[in-house]
Structures are given as structure tokens and as C-alpha cells.
């Protein structure tokens, strides 16, 4: 156990819905990633937290957003869920410093089905 | 071209050989290298990280580098059925994404 924890576990939503995700890091990290993994493929950058601050993001549209709490928690927020939003989605949690981040653990995900 | 690539697989080995998984990359700044095993319905469990060229062992596990030909391998040892998982290549560059590979799905028959 990495001590990362996530809830929801699963969670079902109608398209055009939004959704939260939360995530708690394990104790003495303070930067939260956070990844999406379709079936078959490697889990996909969506964006970093760091200080309560995004500091990385990669190729998402804006209805996919996130905070930083002063805990090092965080959450990911989807709007205007669309079907191929379907997927794992997982939060890493790890240690950076201003000049780079150490190795990622990983929560155990949160499977999101859209219909 | 994609950033990380990794062979699908899958990787058939019998119990106590070795396994080798392979992975190259494009980015040639890239400066931090990870390999996760994600067994079937679970989360990636981080098993090994290097940052610099040569080998790094860590018990059955052993990681290679080789920043010139941009290439990161991993070898396990007296491999297990229990072993039997998708092994997941990773790379960050010099900021903070942190790019996946596929995976390699690794079958270890008994």
C-alpha cells in the first residue's frame, strides 16, 4: 500500500454531466499528479499540482480542471462529461522540490463510466 | 513517433528464466526513468527508478540505462508466475510530465 488514497472507487455518470475526484497524497508528499488510463494504453499526463498550483499539464482540454489543498489533497474536476471520458483515472503523489519531482506513487484509481 | 514505446507483448518466459522488457524514448533531455507493474484491475506499483547510464539492481529486479542510445531496459531474475503483469516503462523530462509507455504484458508460465 502506497498510502495514497482516492475516492470515489467507481462512479457512473451521464454525458454533458461533471464529476469530482478526490485524492489524498501520502504523508510527507506535496505534489499530486494526476493520470487517465483507457483500456490497453499507459496512463495519460493531465496535469501536476504543486503548492497549490498546477506546475505540468498535458494534452487536456480545459474541462478538465483540479486544486491543490494546504494538506497536499486534491481534486479533479470534469465537466461536460463526454463518453470517451470513460477510463481510470489515477492520482500520483510524490515529493518535488523547485527544480524537479522524485519518484510517483499511485492511489489505487478511480474507474469513471460515462453514458 | 510516439514518445515511449514499449513492445505490447505479450512477453512469454518460463518460471526461473529471465525476462527482458524494452523501452526507448524521444526526448533526449529526458532525465528521470521509471518502470511500474500494474497486475489486471489494480493501480502501477513503482518497482525500480534510475536517473543515470549503467545498472541499477534492486533483488530480482535489474534496470539498465543507456541515455546515447535512448534506451532503459529491465530484467527480472528467477522469474515468477507472480510476476505474470503489465510492466510499464515511464520518462520524465527536465519539468515535471512524466510520459508512459503502453506496457508490456509479461507472462511467466509455471
Known amino acids: 500500500e502506497t498510502g495514497v488514497t482516492q475516492s470515489p472507487t467507481h462512479l457512473i455518470k451521464t454525458r454533458g454531466q461533471q464529476v469530482t475526484l478526490r485524492c489524498s497524497s501520502q504523508?510527507?508528499?506535496?505534489?499530486v499528479s494526476w493520470y487517465q488510463q483507457a483500456l490497453g494504453q499507459g496512463p495519460q499526463f493531465i496535469f501536476q499540482?504543486?503548492?497549490?498550483?498546477?506546475?505540468g499539464r498535458g494534452n487536456f482540454p480545459p474541462r478538465f480542471s483540479g486544486l491543490q489543498f494546504p494538506n497536499y489533497s486534491s481534486e479533479l474536476n470534469v465537466n461536460a462529461l463526454e463518453l470517451d471520458d470513460s477510463a481510470l483515472y489515477l492520482c500520483?503523489?510524490?515529493?518535488?522540490?523547485?527544480?524537479?519531482?522524485?519518484?510517483?506513487?499511485f492511489g489505487p484509481g478511480t474507474r469513471l463510466t460515462v453514458t | 513517433q510516439k514518445e515511449v514505446e514499449q513492445n505490447s507483448g505479450p512477453l512469454s518466459v518460463p518460471e526461473g528464466a529471465i525476462a527482458s522488457l524494452n523501452c526507448t524514448y524521444s526526448?533526449?533531455?529526458?532525465?528521470?526513468f521509471f518502470w511500474y507493474r500494474q497486475y489486471s484491475g489494480k493501480s502501477p506499483e513503482l518497482i525500480m527508478s534510475?536517473?543515470?547510464?549503467g545498472d541499477k539492481e534492486d533483488g530480482r529486479f535489474t534496470a539498465q540505462l543507456n541515455k546515447a542510445s535512448q534506451y532503459v531496459s529491465l530484467l527480472i531474475r528467477d522469474s515468477q508466475p507472480s510476476d505474470s503483469a503489465t510492466y510499464l516503462c515511464?520518462?520524465?523530462?527536465?519539468?515535471?510530465?512524466?510520459?508512459f509507455g503502453a506496457g508490456t504484458r509479461l507472462f511467466v508460465k509455471a
Open positions: 500520483a503523489s510524490s515529493f518535488s522540490t523547485g527544480t524537479g519531482t522524485y519518484e510517483q506513487y
Open positions: 504523508s510527507g508528499h506535496n505534489t
Open positions: 499540482y504543486y503548492r497549490e498550483e498546477e506546475n
Open positions: 526526448d533526449r533531455v529526458s532525465q528521470s
Open positions: 534510475i536517473y543515470s547510464n
Open positions: 515511464a520518462v520524465r523530462g527536465g519539468g515535471f510530465k512524466t510520459i
